[in-house]
């Protein structure tokens, strides 16, 4: 009697397991088609030279090893070229292919030629 318990609960956990693994695959077929283009990431900065390290380092550090979805390029531009801010910018740069540091006038450029459709 007391193996029929423990055959039936391993069947049980057994079952459970197989439908996790194939709700796992209809999410993994279902949804990573959706997000195959990326996500792009536009931050601008103005007079950031002392925390503009920190905070991206914290949000390639969520993207890399956190849960958060697949950032294709962030895209960083400095709104006052008075301080060392884009040095920093392209020093991250050859650090990490994702992050993308252009100059105020070339975002707002980028950002008119979106498509509004």
Known sequence: ????????????????????????????????KLKSDGIYMIIAAKNQEEKIE??????????????????KNIIVTDLDSVDDTMKILNRLSTEYECVKPIQWKDCKELMDSIDKS
């Open 1 to 32: 009697m007391l193996d029929f318990f423990i055959y039936g609960i391993f069947w049980v956990l057994a079952l459970y397991g197989l439908f996790e693994v194939i709700k796992n695959i209809i999410y993994i077929c279902t949804y990573t």
């Open 54 to 71: 920190c905070f991206l380092r914290s949000i390639l550090f969520r993207l890399i090893y956190g849960k958060e979805e697949y950032v």
